[in-house]
């Protein structure tokens, strides 16, 4: 019974991260991949409606959606978010240690003992 409840819960919570997934992705992703999503979707739901459900049933309904979802997450990736070069955008922190090592070049290596004004 314990095995059934986890089954159980772990198809809820594939079910739930589809459904926001899928809202996530918004239009980054095909029509194709996110139908593939839905069906697959449903089929897990249908799949734990009952309670004697086949267990083995469902966990293969659940590797279906779950390379569902991969697809859909990796056409999120390659889509990337709008305005997005690849770079890490530049924070205070970030320029504050660029500078950083830029006077460490010209300075040469500090020596241990050695205070460093900034």
């Known amino acids: 019974?314990?095995?059934r409840v986890e089954v159980r819960n772990n198809a809820d919570t594939l079910?739930?991260?589809a459904e926001k997934t899928l809202k996530d992705a918004g239009d980054k992703v095909?029509?194709?991949d996110k139908k593939a999503v839905e069906e697959a979707k449903e089929d897990v739901k249908k799949a734990i409606e009952t309670e004697d459900f086949n267990k083995e049933d469902v966990e293969a309904k659940m590797k279906i959606?779950?390379?569902a979802l991969q697809k859909v997450g990796a056409a999120m990736y390659q889509q990337g978010q709008p305005g997005q070069t690849g770079?890490?955008?530049?924070?205070e922190d970030s320029a504050k240690q660029g500078e950083s090592?830029?006077?460490?070049s010209k300075k040469g290596p500090v020596e241990e003992g050695e205070v460093v004004n900034e």
């Open 65 to 67: 959606l779950s390379e």
């Open 30 to 32: 095909s029509t194709d």
């Open 15 to 17: 079910v739930f991260t």
């Open 101 to 104: 090592k830029k006077d460490e």
């Open 87 to 91: 770079e890490q955008p530049a924070t």
């Open 1 to 3: 019974k314990k095995e």
